[in-house]
C-alpha cells in the first residue's frame, strides 16, 4: 500500500523569551492511504504539536529545524503558504478534542457546516444546507433538520462531536487528524463515536491519524500505531503485533498502565519513574547530537 503521508526526521522547537526548548526530535513515521494511524504518548509528548504541524495550524513561536512532511508525494514545508492554506479543510482536516471551543457558539450547526461547503466545494448556499442536512444524517443525529437551525449549546456533547465529524469528512479528504476527538466523552459515547468514525473512514477510504493517550482507543480504531514520548517516536507497528509483542520497554510499560476491563486478572501499574528518567535523558543526549553537530 502507498503512504499517503510521509514524515522523515522531523525537528521542531518552539522559541520564547529567549529560550529554545525542542519538541519533536527526528520524527519518522508513515500513514498508508485508507488506514487509522494511532498516535499515543502521554501528556506533553508532543501528540498536538506534531498534529498541528501536519496541518500548518503551529503556535507562532513554533520553529521546524528539519525534515519533510510528504503528502501524497509533495513536500507540504516547502508549499507556498497559500497553497498549503488550501489544503487545509479540503484535503486534510481536523477532527477537535472539544467541540464547544471548535463549534462558533452564536452559528446555527447548519451555517458552520454550510461555510465550509461554499468555501471549499464551492456550493451555492441552498445546495449547501440542502447538503448539510444529508451530512448530519450521515453521521446519526436524529433530526437534521431541526439540528440544522439549532446553536452549539442545545445539542449534548456527543452530538457536537457528531457534527465536528461532519465537518470533518464533508470535503471528502485525503487525511483526518483526530486530536483526542473523544477524550472529553463517558464511555459509552465514545464507543458510539469511534464507531462511527470507523464506518466513515472506511466507507470514505480516508487516512486518520488518530492522535490518543489511551491504548484501549487504539485498540477499538487502529491499523497501526506509534508511540511517541519526549518528541520521539520509539516504536511503530501493527496494532496487533504492539499489543501482542511490545518491543520497547516503554510500550510494555503503557500497555500495563492502561487498565483492561476484559482482564479480571489485569493489574493496573505505574509507569516506572526510572524509566521515565531514561526517556528524558535520552532526549538531552538527542539535544546534544544536534548541537554537536551545528557546532562543528
Ligand atoms: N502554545 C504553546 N506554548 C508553549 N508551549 C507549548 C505550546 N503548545 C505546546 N507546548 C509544549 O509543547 C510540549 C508538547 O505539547 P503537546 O500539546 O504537543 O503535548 P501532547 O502530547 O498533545 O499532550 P496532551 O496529551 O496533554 O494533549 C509540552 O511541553 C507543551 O507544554
Ligand atoms: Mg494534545
Redesign the pocket.
Known amino acids: 500500500m502507498s503512504a499517503i503521508l510521509k514524515i522523515s526526521q522531523l525537528s521542531l522547537c518552539?522559541r520564547?523569551a529567549g529560550i529554545s526548548?525542542r519538541?519533536l526530535r527526528g520524527i519518522s513515521l508513515a500513514i498508508d492511504s485508507g488506514e487509522v494511524h494511532g498516535l499515543v504518548?502521554?501528556?506533553?509528548?508532543?501528540?498536538?504539536?506534531?498534529g498541528q504541524t501536519i496541518l500548518d495550524i503551529l503556535?507562532r513561536?513554533a520553529v521546524i529545524e528539519s525534515g519533510t512532511i510528504d503528502f501524497d508525494g509533495q513536500n507540504l514545508l516547502r508549499l507556498a503558504p497559500t497553497q498549503r492554506r488550501g489544503l487545509l479543510g479540503s484535503e486534510i482536516a481536523l477532527i477537535p478534542q472539544d467541540p464547544m471551543t471548535a463549534l462558533n457558539p452564536v452559528r446555527r450547526i447548519g451555517q458552520q457546516l454550510a461555510d465550509t461547503l461554499v468555501l471549499h466545494l464551492k456550493l451555492n448556499r441552498k445546495d449547501a444546507l440542502d447538503r448539510a442536512c444529508e451530512l448530519l444524517e450521515e453521521v446519526r443525529i436524529k433530526h437534521p433538520r431541526r439540528a440544522l437551525r439549532q446553536y452549539p449549546h442545545e445539542l449534548s456533547g456527543g452530538m457536537r462531536q457528531r457534527v465536528l465529524i461532519a465537518i470533518a469528512f464533508s470535503c471528502k479528504p485525503r487525511l483526518i487528524v483526530a486530536?483526542?476527538s473523544t477524550t472529553a466523552l463517558d464511555v459509552s459515547v465514545q464507543r458510539q463515536i469511534l464507531r462511527l468514525i470507523r464506518e466513515l473512514q472506511v466507507s470514505s477510504g480516508t487516512s486518520i491519524l488518530f492522535?490518543t493517550?489511551d491504548l484501549g482507543v487504539v485498540a477499538k480504531i487502529c491499523d497501526r500505531v506509534s508511540i511517541?514520548h519526549s518528541?520521539r517516536i520509539l516504536e511503530s507497528d501493527a496494532v496487533k503485533r504492539i499489543f501482542s509483542m511490545p518491543e520497547h520497554e516503554y510500550t510494555r510499560a503503557l500497555l500495563k498502565a492502561t487498565p483492561r476491563y476484559d482482564h479480571g486478572k489485569h493489574q493496573f501499574r505505574p509507569i516506572p519513574k526510572a524509566l521515565i528518567s531514561t526517556l528524558q535523558l535520552e532526549a538531552k543526549e538527542y539535544d546534544r547530537r544536534i548541537r554537536d553537530s551545528v557546532d562543528a
Open positions: 518552539l520564547y526548548e519538541i504518548g502521554e501528556s506533553g509528548a508532543g501528540k498536538s504539536i506534531l503556535p513561536i486530536d483526542e492522535i493517550h511517541i518528541g
